[in-house]
Each structure stands twice: as structure tokens, then as C-alpha cells.
T-cell receptor
């Protein structure tokens, strides 16, 4: 059974870089069709897609965050990571990692979305000095 | 960006009743629409994908429907564990520009 566990520093100072890691067990991050995803949830609010990375190394980021995001894969440890630079209080949130299974064909002309399996309890991040 | 709008924001329901939640997309998403359930203190859980296909292990009382821009999630005979927040999500573009609805909270009347 797939399990994902996100971890991070908990507290980050404004203007610093937030680094999060998601360890995947019960499945390989090199599976075709699986996009390794970060979403976040501001306190008391809804869900926001941050972006995803494919085993090929291709990355796809939210337009509102892409200037500050870097995602990477560590296939030897079956984990993936998120770096978010220049954080502010607006980045205070609960961060979840997920597997998003999507079939994409015909250069994106055909898409079938199987939805996301979201991992664990997430990791809480507070941006404060 | 496709905007997902859910209504109502809150539904007050008694156990055993049935409810229908709505999700509207600002553009055509075909059937690339998923529903998630989030209980307090828990991660979102996938209920429905492809607008109407139940995810593994999801009870038959959850039924998704719709296509294009209008979608519904019906929960029949609400159980205590069904009182939660429900989100819809679309992914019908590539490169992906995945978006969620704002959620509908189903609370006990």
C-alpha cells in the first residue's frame, strides 16, 4: 500500500528558503503515469496545488508560485523534495505530498486524471521571525 | 486558469439523509473531475475520479456525476463519518494547471 510522509523544519524565518521532503514507500517514484505532487492548505482554508514532478525530471509548477519553486527527485531513496524561496507569512500552511496519477497522450491532447492519493498528516510550516 | 466553484459552502444535514453537492467549472473539463473528502485533522482522501468512478474502498453511497462544467456528488444515507469537507478538483490541461473548488462542509444538523 502506498504511503507518503512529508517532513520539514516546522518554522522558517521570513525571506529564507523552505525545504520539504516526501518519502514514498509501497511504490516507486519511477512509475510511469505517477506525478509526485505538493499541495498546501492555509489555516482554515481550502487546498492549493503547488506543483508536481515526473520521474523523467519534468516539473510543472503553479503559475502563482513558479518563480520561487524548485522540485527534485531522489530515486535512490524513493523521495522527492520541494524548495520554496523567499518565504513570507503567506506561505504559512500545512503542506501535503501526494501521488497524482494521470495518463497523458497525444502531447497533452488526451488526458485522463485518476486523482491524487494524498499522504499522511502533512507537515506544518510556520513562517515567522 | 479554470476556476472551480462549489455550492453551497455549508450543508446542515441529519444522519440518514441524502445530500447533493455541486461543483461548477469556469471552462470545459470533460470528465477530468475528482472529489475528495477531508475530515478534521486528516489529509484529503480521494473519493471519485473521472467524474463518476469511485476510488478503491469508497462506499457505494458516494455517487459522482456530470461532465463539462457541471458536476455533482451525492451522498446517500449519511453516516456519522461522512460529516466532513468535500473538495472538487480538475486537471484537464497539459501542462497541468490543477485547481480545487473552495469546498463544501457537510455538518450535522
Amino acid at each position: 500500500q502506498l504511503q507518503l510522509q512529508a517532513s520539514g523544519p516546522g518554522l522558517v524565518k521570513p525571506a529564507q528558503t523552505l525545504s520539504l521532503t516526501c518519502v514514498v514507500s509501497g511504490g516507486s517514484i519511477t512509475n510511469a503515469g505517477d506525478y509526485w505532487t505538493w499541495i498546501r492548505q492555509h489555516p482554515g482554508k481550502g487546498l492549493e496545488w503547488i506543483g508536481c514532478i515526473y520521474y523523467s525530471g519534468s516539473t510543472y509548477y503553479s503559475p502563482s508560485l513558479e518563480s520561487r519553486i524548485t522540485m527534485s527527485l531522489d530515486t535512490s531513496n524513493n523521495q522527492f523534495s520541494l524548495k520554496l524561496t523567499s518565504v513570507t507569512a503567506a506561505d504559512t500552511a500545512l503542506y501535503y505530498c501526494a501521488r497524482h496519477r494521470v495518463i497523458v497522450a497525444a502531447l497533452g491532447g488526451y488526458i485522463y486524471d485518476y486523482g491524487m492519493d494524498v499522504g499522511g498528516q502533512g507537515t506544518s510550516v510556520t513562517v515567522s521571525s | 486558469e479554470i476556476v472551480m466553484t462549489q455550492s453551497p459552502a455549508t450543508l446542515s444535514v441529519s444522519p440518514g439523509e441524502s445530500v447533493t453537492l455541486s461543483c461548477r467549472a469556469s471552462g470545459n473539463v470533460g470528465t477530468n473531475l475528482a472529489w475528495y473528502q477531508q475530515r478534521p485533522g486528516q489529509a484529503p482522501r480521494l473519493l471519485i475520479y473521472g467524474a463518476s468512478t469511485r476510488a478503491t474502498g469508497v462506499a457505494g453511497r458516494f455517487t459522482g456525476g456530470g461532465s463539462g462544467t457541471e458536476f455533482t456528488l451525492t451522498i446517500s444515507s449519511l453516516q456519522s463519518e461522512d460529516f466532513a469537507v468535500y473538495y472538487c478538483q480538475q486537471c484537464n490541461q497539459w501542462p497541468p494547471r490543477l485547481t480545487f473548488g473552495g469546498g463544501t462542509k457537510v455538518e450535522i444538523k
